[in-house]
């Protein structure tokens, strides 16, 4: 039995730790690749979204934000789509309309209810005039050449979407700070990588941009409308990729508890959306994306929780058999675990290293167990209680086919 118990603990940790290493080589040697962006003929029109529910405390400091952006003022303008605020963010945004130079358009529409992000971006794909759509949050800063940044992208008639990279905004160093920072070190390289070869399937909903003429309707039970969005442009044959030369600024809650519920709120959203677009696991009509890029995200996201809960299910009773039998098998265990690691994490450092990002190595393996952990919980979540057709998410679908 416990020979058994060891072969299968084994097994298991080497199709995790083997498909960890073989990925984020692959990853990382891809986004060492220079590839050039070229720009389009001519600046689009781009309409800029801000979706805003009870955001009364940032929206002008947003708005300010958004009429400073380097972008011809013809060629741009602000939608804020209000979402039922029940705070004063309408009258703040009409002040803001009233008193401003003009020199960017700046329209504001509002639902009388409040609705969710995905049927507030559906009310505005059609009041949007601009031939890009641009979506950002009401709490981001953004770099004032993100909108150039972002367009440029739309120069290769492959792209249909962009995403840009968002940056902790805060000069806090609290532990939940830092290790959000390392997170996202290994996160873009990733987002590069997949862009590199292909398009990315997860997008950074703070800032996003899409050819107006590809956006449907969402349902409006989606919870994470950034990836949605990327999977439905890629499942119509278009490029979805990460510009690491878009910049955002996000404020980083301290606190741990505010944390994870971001993180199971995201995490929830992505589970939802790969599910839904399932059939294109080992797609050859996506090409790489089908074949490679999105089977891996997949096996991340779905697989690879349940297999550590395997692990971790194998291994318990692997300790306990261990005082009525010889030290010779724990020892391979411990080794396996302790050195394995190691061994695969050390050339992937030097890897990281080359693109100049700072990781803590011990910093990564936590924020990577802390996201799996939570990948468990939401997994579970799903299966027991099917999150995207129950509770608040179905009140909300049945309103919004009521209005339309």
């Known amino acids: ?73 013809d060629k741009l303008e602000i939608i804020v789509v209000d979402d039922g605020s029940t705070d004063n963010t309408c009258q703040l945004v009409k002040d803001f309309i009233s008193n401003s130079s003009g020199r960017i358009k700046v329209n504001l ?52 979407a962009v995403t840009g990279r968002l940056c ?26 997949e862009s590199n070869i292909d398009s990315t399937p997860i997008f950074n909903g703070l800032i996003m941009a899409f050819r107006r003429g590809l956006l449907d309707n969402l349902d409006p039970s989606v919870i994470a409308d950034d990836t949605e969005l990327a999977m439905l442009l890629r499942e119509k044959g278009w490029r979805a990729v990460f510009d690491n030369d878009v910049v955002a600024y996000e404020l980083v809650s301290e606190s741990q508890k505010t944390r994870a519920k971001q993180k199971l709120r995201r995490g929830r959203g992505i589970v939802q959306s790969f599910i839904r677009h399932r059939t294109m696991l080992f797609n050859k009509k996506y090409g790489k994306y089908g074949l490679i890029i999105f089977p891996s995200e997949f096996f991340m996201h779905i697989v690879s929780p349940l297999l550590l809960v395997m692990l971790f299910a194998t291994f318990i009773p692997l300790v306990i058999l261990y005082s009525l039998t010889s030290a010779t098998i724990m020892y391979v265990l411990i080794i396996t675990l302790v050195l394995l690691p190691i061994l695969v994490f050390l050339p992937l450092q030097q890897l990281i290293n080359s693109k100049k990002i700072s990781v803590n190595p011990f910093s990564i393996i936590l924020s990577f167990l802390t996201h799996e952990f939570y990948l468990v919980v939401i997994l579970f979540s799903y299966f027991l209680r099917s999150l995207h057709i129950t509770g608040r998410n179905e009140n909300i679908r049945n309103a919004w086919k009521t209005k339309t």
């Not at 498909?19 to 962006?37: D, G």
């Not at 009388?112 to 890009?132: Q, V």
Request: contains cysteine; aromatic residues 12%; charged residues 15%.
């Open 109 to 160: 529409y509002s639902l009388p209810e409040w609705s969710g992000k995905a049927a507030a971006l559906n009310y505005a794909w059609a009041h949007c005039s601009g031939e890009i759509v641009a979506i950002t949050d009401a709490d981001i800063t953004l770099e004032e050449d993100a909108i150039q940044m972002i367009v440029r992208n739309f120069g290769n008639p492959e792209v249909g």
């Open 168 to 193: 902790v905004g805060t000069t806090a160093n609290s532990q939940t700070v830092a290790s959000e920072k390392n997170y996202r070190s290994i996160f873009n390289i990733i987002r590069i990588g």
């Open 1 to 73: 039995m416990l020979y058994f118990l060891t072969l299968i603990f084994l097994v298991l940790f080497g199709v995790f730790i083997a498909f960890y290493a073989m990925y984020f080589t692959l990853m990382i040697l891809s986004a060492r690749k220079k590839i050039s962006v070229k720009k389009p003929d001519s600046l689009p029109g781009v309409s800029l979204v801000i979706p805003a529910h009870n955001e009364s405390e940032g929206i002008i400091k947003k708005l300010q934000n958004s009429v400073r952006l380097r972008y011809p003022p």
